[in-house]
């Protein structure tokens, strides 16, 4: 019998999953950051610099950013980790043919890799990083447990496991309204900015289907990570989830 999983809330074969997502980020591509910007209101760009404020890498410090795509979290690690070296890993060549076009305009030039990979198979050795981040990304891989796996195996002892990812919000009123403008408004912005109601149709269903904040921490948890917490962000629409490697 072959494995189901989802994508969006459409039941779809495992293998099937990847190809599906790849396609979707492949035709957001040249449009996502306007779109991050559209959707959240520019209050995205709000939520990474937070994120970095509480990584706070230390100086000369190596981050692999899983699902870095257009770099935005590559980009402010550089600002704040004085000497500090990022690899961007991404699945997808048209996410990193956008950031390393934004590397260019911004003449980052240095301490930055791009490689093409996949998050629950990463290309690097065991034991090789600080720090390991994936915003935005972890409820778009096949199996969660596995990208969290590859996460405790990359980073050295030591090392800081940080995920920023939508979330869930508890509060009946904020909750409704959080709906309304993601199910009607949300794709309909896809379309008229993007040209593509449907990739965001199922990027929104999609946070939906994300486990919820305390079923994440236990995931990384069960990885092997320690002093595992979260921070919610807006009220629970976005969340910090943060665990160290000992």
Known sequence: MTNKTHFGYKEVETTEKAKLVGGVFSSVASKYDIMNDAMSLGVHRLWKDRFIKDLNPRKGSKLLDVAGGTGDIAFRF?????????????????????GKKRAIDKNILQNIEWVCGDAEKLPMPSSSFDYYTIAFGIRNVTNIENAIAEAYRVLKPGGRFMCLEFSHVD????????????????????KAVAGDEASYQYLVESIRKFPKQEEFAAMIKRAGFENVKYTDLSGGIVAIHSGWKV
């Open 78 to 98: 550089l600002k704040s980790a004085a000497e500090g070296a990022v690899t961007v890993c991404d699945i997808n060549p048209d996410m990193l043919l956008e």
């Open 171 to 190: 509060n009946p009123l904020p909750g409704k309204i959080y709906d309304i403008f993601s199910f009607q408004i949300i794709p309909k912005i896809g």
